[in-house]
């Protein structure tokens, strides 16, 4: 029932929310985000105690302020996302700019494939489009399996309409497919800022511990492929900014997994400089370091 549940609501906002005019959108995910954030529950609480390590020195207040900012970031995307299917590539356009993208356009230039591993900063679904619709590039994504099946299918059916190829998480076949797209000189995008796996990379976040997908930093190793860190922020609506950062290089001595961890690390120092500039953006409502994960129960 749960489930079903969930699906009817992504569903009613895909049909909906899109339909409705701007101001109203935008006032509606305000309204949600504000009283989402008014009832303090578990999101919301881990929301804050993750923005107290990007912002060690914010008090009571002003992780409330952040915290609350954050929210409306947060809904700011699922309104966003709801209502890109409708948006024209001029409107893309005219409403996103990336500093540096020069490393992405270069690189697939030079035919060698690249990839983009950003973190859960503003609308990474809104980066996608700038890709497909403004540079004219497709590529290929990664998305968990969600539950109900059917809510999983409205979300690649949801991303396929924007023009990207999208893969499952689970099921083995994910890697080998993206390094053949890589290996051909396409372009893959992954969200790559939290992983619970065993299977995840250790590095030093904000001075604390956690766990990162070892999957952008393999690839590269794997395809030659170029990595770029990607961070991106919401600026004066309607306007979302982004900055593609400097390739992360493989490095030339150490043991494979020794290179990964450090191509990982180098991916989280790049994406703490983005998140602490702008941590109202970053929508990480979940348990993220290990220290937080050990307090759960087996």
């Avoid at 966003?80 to 993208?101: C, G, H, M, Y």
């Avoid at 904000?206 to 930093?217: I, N, V, Y």
């Avoid at 990595?227 to 150490?254: C, K």
């Amino acid at each position: 029932m749960r489930e079903r549940l969930t699906d009817g609501l992504y569903g009613l906002g895909w049909s909906t929310v899109k339909k409705l005019p701007e101001p109203a959108a935008a006032a509606l995910g305000r309204t949600i985000a504000d009283i989402a954030w008014k009832r303090r529950g578990k999101s919301v609480l881990r929301l804050e105690s993750n923005l107290a390590r990007v912002v060690p020195d914010a008090g009571p207040e002003r992780l409330a302020e952040l915290s609350k900012a954050g929210m409306r970031s947060y809904m700011r995307y699922w309104m966003e996302s709801f209502r890109l299917p409708t948006w024209s590539a001029e409107r893309v356009t005219d409403n996103v700019q990336i500093k540096d993208s020069h490393y992405l356009t270069d690189g697939l230039a030079s035919g060698r494939g690249v990839i983009l591993a950003l973190p859960h900063l503003a609308n990474w679904d809104l980066a996608g489009v700038w890709v497909t619709r403004t540079l004219g590039v497709p590529f290929t994504t990664v998305a968990e399996r969600l539950k109900p099946e059917t809510l999983y299918d409205r979300f690649v059916a949801y991303r396929e309409s924007l023009g990207m190829e999208v893969l499952p998480h689970t099921g083995g076949s994910a890697f080998g497919t993206l390094a053949r797209r890589l290996r051909s000189g396409g372009l893959v995008c992954l969200v790559a800022d939290r992983d619970l796996s065993a299977s995840g990379v250790e590095v030093k976040y904000f001075g604390e511990s956690a766990r990162m997908p070892a999957g952008p930093a393999m690839l590269a190793q794997q395809t030659g492929a170029l990595l770029l860190p990607v961070t991106l922020w919401y600026d004066e609506a309607p306007l979302m900014r982004g900055q593609i950062h400097p390739p992360v290089e493989v490095p030339e001595t150490g043991t494979k997994d020794e290179k990964t961890s450090q191509m990982t690390q180098a991916l989280a120092d790049a994406y703490a400089t983005g998140i602490a500039e702008h941590p109202e953006d970053w929508h990480m409502l979940q348990r993220l370091w290990l220290a937080d994960l050990e307090e759960r129960p087996l």
